[in-house]
């Protein structure tokens, strides 16, 4: 199974300022198609996941401009430029290259 | 706007079975993949099984192998889950979930207890 790997795995983090969140897989993400199958999903404190970017990079719909996601193969980062209060939450790196599909650990982002 | 709608979730004993249903609205349900993802309490997400939305490919976590089934009725827009020899491990919220390697849209959940 590809085992993703996300540090840290608590972030606190002052509003306003940066946050970046790292995932790493144990195999490559890049699938027969040529896409990368890696994902970044936010569940606030009793809700649902949402997802905020796909295919490394790409940003979902209403998802604000200050979160982005890079990387290549196996190593990926999800960065927020400037935390808000509604970005505390559980991020998830999720990858659809494999079976099994497989979901990181976690990173919980809380404000200081 | 999608929206997913699951239900069938409640207390089951150890050994017992349990379908799960996610109602789809808000677009072409029959042509996309779907999936399944549970929560266990204070745990992270784990992927549990998906299916194809054009064809009959199924696709199961080995911890569920061989005990969970899914199904769809695209004239029903419905998805489903049936659970069974469930065991105490398998009690999680359980999220329907729209696609498969790119999931997109989850559901509430239903949660599901496993306990005597």
């Known amino acids: 199974d590809v085992v993703m790997t996300q540090s840290p795995l608590s972030l606190p983090v002052t509003l306003g300022q940066p946050a970046s969140i790292s995932c790493r897989s144990t195999?490559?993400?890049?699938?027969?198609?040529?896409?990368?199958?890696l994902s970044w999903f936010l569940q606030r404190p009793g809700q649902s996941p949402r997802r905020l970017i796909y295919?490394?990079?790409r940003r979902d719909s209403g998802v604000p401009d200050r979160f982005s996601g890079s990387g290549s193969g196996t190593d990926f980062t999800l960065k927020i430029s400037r935390v808000e209060a509604e970005d505390v939450g559980l991020y998830y790196c999720?990858?659809?290259?494999?079976?099994?599909?497989?979901f990181g650990g976690g990173t919980r982002v809380e404000i200081k | 706007e999608v929206q997913l709608l699951e239900s069938g979730g409640g207390l089951v004993q150890p050994g017992g079975s349990l379908r799960l249903s996610c109602a789809a609205s808000?677009?072409?349900?029959?042509?996309?993949?779907m999936s399944w993802v549970r929560q266990a309490p204070g745990q992270g997400l784990e992927w549990v099984s998906s299916?194809?939305?054009?064809?009959?490919?199924?696709f199961y976590a080995d911890s569920v192998k061989g005990r969970f089934t899914i199904s769809r009725d695209n004239s029903k827009n419905t998805l489903y889950l049936q659970m069974n020899s469930l065991r105490p491990e398998d009690t999680a919220v359980y999220y329907c979930?729209?696609?498969?390697?790119?999931?997109?849209?989850w559901g509430q959940g239903t949660l599901v207890t496993v306990s005597s």
């Open positions: 979930a729209q696609g498969l390697r790119l999931i997109e849209n």
């Open positions: 808000g677009f072409t349900f029959r042509i996309y993949d």
């Open positions: 299916i194809r939305g054009g064809g009959p490919e199924r």
């Open positions: 195999q490559s993400l890049v699938y027969s198609d040529g896409y990368t199958y």
């Open positions: 295919l490394v990079s």
């Open positions: 999720f990858q659809g290259a494999h079976w099994p599909l497989t």
